[in-house]
């Protein structure tokens, strides 16, 4: 028997709404990480990567990740692409969105990660996918860089809990409204 998982966003992003350079580099968190574990904390990473169960991945972050050594241990990847005979180590499936959903449900997950860039972001949540999404608001302004989410339709969300985090860093939790 199938049923909906819940969809759910984990995501550090600067003050002026970009979450990599404009090459789809990170290493401008590499001294907010520092800040967290400094305080023998890994910002709730661990608690939140155990309920997993997969992750569905734009196409290139999941090559960005494989460059890293696949971190997620046995959860197969969703790919989102527009190549149907995409094929890597870790995936699951490959596809537009619409696969990918078909595909999540029918292994019956029941928490599924939307990692990825701005289009990612925004494909997913144009699919209606997104129930929750956690937003670590960094306290620095990178100018440009790839936006959280890509243009689309306005969404109204509520905000279920904010933490204030070493470093500056805001965490801001929030339900999707349907």
């Not at 890994?42 to 155990?50: A, C, L, V």
């Not at 699951?92 to 928490?111: F, T, Y």
């Not at 620095?140 to 933490?163: I, V």
Request: proline share 5%; aromatic share 10%.
């Amino acid at each position: 028997m199938t049923h909906r998982p819940e969809y759910v966003g984990y995501i550090a992003m600067s003050l002026d709404g970009f979450i990599a350079t404009p090459d789809g580099g990170v290493e401008w968190l590499t001294p907010f990480n520092e800040d967290i574990a400094s305080e023998g904390g890994d910002g709730g990473y661990s608690e939140f990567i155990t309920e997993i169960d997969a992750l569905m991945v734009g196409h290139a972050t999941y090559i960005q990740v494989l460059g890293w050594g696949w971190p997620y241990e046995d959860r197969p990847a969703y790919v989102l692409t527009h190549r149907h005979d995409f094929k890597g180590d870790h995936i699951a499936a490959a596809g537009p969105v619409s696969d990918l959903k078909d595909a999540i449900e029918a292994a019956d997950h029941r928490r599924i990660w939307i990692m990825g860039g701005g289009q990612t972001q925004r494909t997913a949540l144009d699919a209606g996918m997104f129930d929750r999404i956690s937003i670590f608001l960094m306290p620095t302004l990178l100018g440009k860089g790839l936006p959280c989410f890509a243009e689309g339709q306005q969404r109204n969300l509520t905000l279920t809990a904010s933490t204030a985090m070493p470093g500056g860093i805001m965490k801001l939790d929030y339900n999707f409204k349907d």
